[in-house]
């Protein structure tokens, strides 16, 4: 059974490139979750105990769980925007742009969240974006 897929594979292209596309996803992840662990220096997550350091991965997949949303979000924005105005080959360009990007976020920063409980405002944010 597994040489059916494997001929299959070779002779579609289309399927080739869907799988690459979902490998280079799967990498993405992986080295989103590792520079994650590596924030304050460290070369991985650690933890004295088998509870510190699953408490560590969880906090990790957690913060890399937190910048993908955001990042879907702001795309979700970025492409209503887009859909607005008619701008076909932006349309084009955002459905290619991954959001497990992270090289736009400090992750060394300090972060003081006092919102006031305001939510962020998405729309005036993507409103000054423009992609060409």
Wanted: proline share 2%; charged share 20%; net charge positive.
């Amino acid at each position: 059974m597994r040489s059916i897929y494997t001929l299959r594979y070779l002779r579609d292209p289309q399927l080739e490139r869907s799988v690459h596309r979902s490998q280079n996803r799967v990498e993405s992840y992986h080295q989103l979750r590792s520079t994650i662990a590596q924030v304050g220096g460290k070369k991985e997550l650690t933890g004295r105990t088998d509870i510190e350091f699953e408490i560590s991965n969880q906090c990790a997949r957690l913060i890399a769980n937190a910048i993908i949303y955001y990042n879907s979000a702001i795309l979700s924005h970025l492409l209503t925007k887009c859909e607005a105005s008619g701008n076909a080959k932006a349309m084009a360009l955002i459905t290619k742009i991954s959001p497990v990007a992270w090289r736009h976020i400090l992750l060394n920063g300090h972060y003081t969240f006092q919102s006031g409980g305001k939510m962020i405002d998405l729309d005036t944010l993507v409103a000054g974006l423009e992609l060409r």
